[in-house]
C-alpha cells in the first residue's frame, strides 16, 4: 500500500538526516541542500527519489547525482556528494573498507534486510535443469558461453569476474557482459521472448522479480553469500552532515526500515515508485 511506502521513506528519511523539524528560513543555503548518490539501480533509485520528496517537502533541496559505486564512495570522502542509501551488504564490503577504515563515510543505519543478490535464469532454463552454479558450464553453448551483469565497477560484477579468474565451477572460459541493470534486463527479456539461454545478475526486492518468471541458482554461496547472496543494505553519509543537521546522530540510532510487501504507488518523481519486494522463488 501507497501509505506503508510512505511510512517506510519517512523512516528512510529520518534515519539518515532526521529532518523531521523542517528547514529553517534562517538556515544558510548550505544546510539545505541534500546531495544523494544514485547508482541507477532501480530500487535504490526508488527509494532515493522518494525520499527526496520527502526532504523537498520538509524544505530541503534535495540534489540527485547519477553515479557509479566507485565513483560514489570518492564523492563521499571528498565531500562532493552527502548521502547514499544503497549500500548492498556483505558484497560491497571491498567497496567500502578503505573508506570505512579511514573514517571518511559513515555507515548511519539499515533500510533493509532480507534482500537477495546472485546469479538467476528464466524459468524455463531452470525447468531444463540448469538450476545450480554447477550447473552453467554444462550450458555453455546454449549461453554463448556469456554472463550477464550490470555496469563496469560493481560489485555484482566483480564477484562474477573473479568466478571466472579463478575456474570456479568449471567456468574460466566464459565471458561477463557489462552494460547497465537496463541494458541486462533488455536483454533478459529479449532471451525470454525466444526463450533462449541466459544467466543473469538477479537482486530482490526489484520489479524484474514482477516483470520475469525467474529463479535464482543454488550453490553460489562461496561466491555471493549464503541463502541466495542474503543482503542488509544501509545508509550512509559523508562525515560532518550531523553537524550541518544536529538531529542526525539522534535520529540515526532510532529508526531502522525492515522487509516488508511494497505495492506500487503513484509518486511524482519519475523514479519514485517502490516496488514489490518479492522474495526469490525456489523449486525444488
Partial sequence: MLNS???RSLAAAACVLALAGGASAAEPAACKTVRFSDVGWT??????????????GLGYTPKLQVLSVPVTYAS?????????LGNWMPSMAADLKPYQDDG???????????????????????DEGLKTFADIAKFKDKLGGKIYGIEPGNDGNRLILDMIKADKFGLGSFELVESSEQGMLAQVDRAGRKKDAIVFLGWAPHPMNEKFQMQYLDGGDDVFGPNFGGATVFDQRAPGLSRRVPECRRAAQEHEV????????????PRSTAWSRTPPRRRG
Fill in 5 to 7: 511506502v510512505i511510512s
Fill in 43 to 56: 530500487d535504490i533509485s526508488a527509494t532515493t527519489g522518494l525520499t527526496s520528496r520527502i526532504l523537498t
Fill in 76 to 84: 563521499l570522502k571528498n565531500k562532493d556528494i552527502d548521502v547514499f
Fill in 104 to 126: 571518511s563515510v559513515e555507515v548511519v543505519g539499515v533500510n533493509l534486510e532480507g534482500a537477495k543478490y546472485t546469479l538467476a535464469v528464466p524459468s524455463y532454463l531452470f
Fill in 258 to 269: 525492515y522487509p516488508a510487501d511494497r505495492r506500487p504507488g503513484h509518486g511524482q518523481h
